[in-house]
T-cell receptor, first 111, second 110 residues
């Protein structure tokens, strides 16, 4: 299917575990983004990528790692999950100056 | 300081009661302003892009307008299914990143 997909849609993990959230887009957009959304904070940018093998920090990068070996994939890894990383995570993509499209989100709970 | 502010934070309307949401900004070099709709538990859904002052876009009961300092999202005769959070986002000299407002939570009661 065309568009942007995220997996898993729901994830429960424990403190200290490593978790990887996947994002895949079929448009070959150059830019990809990871946001977290929490009550009272709106959308906050974690990391973004302008192209394959080019990534940069956003507003709240601590505790997260990203990679982008292929244009269509942009995984987000929590190396050692903490309770404060319980959130809803959205992936997005866009072509420069064009519309940004969002995935359906991953709801992550860290116990 | 560059920023984007949405108001009000929350808006409650009766079905059929028209109103407007505001997105004001203090940035230079605006390349585009985007409006999104977000339903609970879902990702933001694209509504409109505005590129220059004076531009207007319409879709069903929604109309977006843009001036040099703000954008309005006008909702005419809203229905309960228009209930959602509406986000505005700016594209301006940030290397491809968008800057999002905090959103306006709209509730339309029958």
């Amino acid at each position: 299917d065309a568009g942007i997909t995220q997996s898993p849609r729901y994830k429960i993990t424990e403190t200290g575990r490593q978790v990887t959230l996947m994002c895949h887009q079929t448009w070959s957009h150059s830019y990809m983004f990871w946001y977290r959304q929490d009550l009272g904070h709106g959308l906050r940018l974690i990391y973004y990528s302008a192209a394959a093998d080019i990534t940069d920090k956003g507003e709240v990068p601590d505790g997260y790692v990203v990679s982008r070996s292929k244009t269509e994939n942009f995984p987000l890894t929590l190396e050692s999950a903490t309770r404060s990383q319980t959130s809803v995570y959205f992936c997005a993509s866009r072509e420069f100056t064009d519309t940004q499209y969002f995935g359906p989100g991953t709801r992550l709970t860290v116990l | 300081e560059d920023q984007v502010t949405q108001s009000p934070e929350a808006l409650r309307l009766q079905e059929g009661e028209s109103s407007s949401l505001n997105c004001s900004y203090t940035v230079s070099g605006l390349r585009g302003l985007f409006w999104y709709r977000q339903d609970p538990g879902k990702g933001p859904e694209f509504l409109f892009t505005l590129y220059s002052a004076g531009e207007e876009k319409e879709k069903e009961r929604l109309k977006a307008t843009l001036t040099k300092k703000e954008s309005f999202l006008h909702i005419t005769a809203p229905k309960p299914e228009d209930s959602a959070t509406y986000l505005c986002a700016l594209d301006y000299n940030q290397g491809g990143k968008l800057i999002f407002g905090q959103g306006t939570e709209l509730s339309v009661k029958p």
